[in-house]
């Protein structure tokens, strides 16, 4: 028997925004939540070696990897080695539209073949003693009907695992970039509730379009989780409060000030291990979100990131939050 894992509030995994250094500052502000990485190819780990992909902070438990692929052997293979690694989920993409993950024969176009998606999750499942988990749309191109995803869900069940996490729009695959993707389709928020319906048995977890913990406590009354993407980027401290809402754990309370400086000695620590001084600052353009020095907080971090140093910086930016 597979542990089983508090999927109740997800941060969704977003290319070139959920890396190790942003789900470390995610961390600082809730206990509970469960991040992802951002999608990381099979390809990429088998064949370009590029294992600091892999690299994690110890702190970001619980924390899954997302794997982009369709080939069986490979998926095994980069399962186990993320298993290795510590992680405690792997999770399989079937909803990312892009033009080279299609070349790539994996995201959303695998909706249009449901065996092998189950034969991929079933043997990654095999591999592995940690869960395995999918993330798909509702169906891609004019496959969008209810009885399409229903098909699809029906197939990849047999695969036996449990855990479906569902943008709930249609992936067009021609016609519209990924930004638009995220944005252009309809939201149709009633096929994921159907299906929670319609297979009770699974863990069915809502994403897309999900602003406000407001909208998350909504959405849980119908499914077993919430999935906040860019709204969690964009404004991290929204979830502050959802260790206390959503867990019934006592929140450690810490003011912007306080996860600015703990994240500010995070990146001097990274700095020094080689890491990107750029990449590690562009996460905190959202903490100041709402403040009344918010213009002001992100020119400081930009000009920190033109000057490549931290120093003479720390103290202005803690003096232009609010609290």
């Not at 438990?61 to 982009?68: D, F, K, M, T």
């Not at 070349?103 to 176009?109: I, L, M, P």
């Not at 944005?183 to 977890?205: A, Q, S, T, W």
């Amino acid at each position: 028997m597979k542990k089983k894992l508090d999927h109740k509030f997800c941060v969704a995994p977003m290319m070139q925004y959920t890396d190790m250094h942003d789900r470390y500052l995610l961390r600082l502000i809730s206990k509970n939540i469960f991040l992802y990485t951002e999608m990381i190819a099979t390809g990429s780990l088998i064949h370009g070696k590029c294992f600091d992909q892999l690299l994690f902070n110890k702190e970001e438990h619980p924390v899954g990897i997302q794997l982009g692929g369709s080939n069986v052997n490979d998926l095994i293979e980069c399962s186990k080695r993320s298993e290795q690694e510590g992680y405690d989920e792997i999770n399989l993409n079937v909803g990312c539209p892009s033009d080279r993950v299609q070349k790539g024969r994996f995201g959303a176009c695998l909706m249009l073949e449901p065996e092998l998606v189950s034969e991929c999750l079933f043997n990654m499942q095999k591999a592995v003693k940690i869960p395995v988990s999918i993330k798909c749309r509702l169906g891609i191109d004019d496959n969008e009907s209810y009885d399409f995803l229903y098909n699809f869900i029906s197939i990849v069940k047999e695969s036996e695992i449990n855990t479906f996490i569902i943008h709930a729009r249609n992936g067009i695959l021609k016609g519209l970039s990924p930004r638009q993707n995220r944005n252009v389709p309809p939201l149709k928020y009633d096929y994921v509730y159907r299906l929670k319906n319609d297979f009770p048995d699974l863990e069915i977890i809502i994403n897309g379009g999900i602003k406000t913990i407001d909208d998350s406590r909504n959405h849980l009354m119908h499914v077993d989780g919430v999935m906040i993407g860019r709204a969690a980027y964009d404004n991290p401290f929204i979830l502050s409060d959802l260790d206390s809402i959503f867990y019934n754990a006592q929140s450690i309370p810490k003011s912007k000030k306080q996860i600015l400086n703990i994240y500010l000695e995070y990146v001097e620590r990274q700095i020094k291990n080689g890491h990107n001084l750029s990449r590690m600052m562009k996460h905190l353009f959202g903490l100041s979100r709402g403040d009344k020095n918010a213009k002001s907080f992100r020119i400081k971090i930009l000009e920190a990131i033109k000057n490549n140093t931290l120093d003479g910086y720390k103290k202005d930016l803690e003096e232009l939050l609010v609290n």
